[in-house]
């Protein structure tokens, strides 16, 4: 079983930038696919699966929701076990608590795409950022 652990975190005014980290071990292998999650705080929030890669990091195999394209870039780096996202031009609908998430079910060189059905339950505690507005 993989054990994930985010850093990163934090609070930053709107524009700013983050990156967050995502250290993996306890699994020989990085053919999965790995992703990062939000869920906002407050009863009700859905989470959103806000970016996935594939098990080489190209980035062919990256893929982004939405409301953070262009702003946001997933990679990993296979050597040393770590997952990154890279955030700028924060906005204040981007506070949120994110999740490193990796999921051995779906096919990890073409099925990374945010649009899967990704299975979140193997993820890390998570890393709050806050945007101020």
């Known amino acids: 079983q993989v054990h994930l652990v985010e850093s990163g975190g934090g609070s930053v005014q709107a524009g700013g930038s983050l990156t967050l980290s995502c250290a993996a071990s306890?699994?020989?292998?990085?053919?999965?696919?790995m992703g990062w999650f939000r869920q906002a705080p407050g009863p009700g929030k859905e989470r959103e699966v806000v970016?996935?890669?594939?098990?080489?990091?190209?980035?062919?195999?990256?893929s982004y929701t939405d409301s953070v394209k262009g702003r946001f870039t997933i990679s990993r780096d296979n050597a040393k076990n770590i997952l990154y996202l890279k955030m700028n031009s924060l906005k204040p609908e981007d506070t949120s608590m994110y999740y490193c998430?990796?999921?051995?079910?779906?096919?990890?060189?073409?099925?990374?795409?945010?649009?899967?059905?990704?299975?979140?339950?193997?993820r890390g505690q998570g890393t709050l950022v806050t945007v101020s507005s």
């Open positions: 970016a996935g890669i594939g098990s080489d990091g190209s980035d062919d195999s990256t």
């Open positions: 998430v990796a999921d051995f079910r779906l096919a990890p060189s073409t099925s990374c795409s945010v649009r899967s059905a990704w299975y979140l339950e193997v």
């Open positions: 306890g699994y020989t292998s990085s053919n999965y696919c």
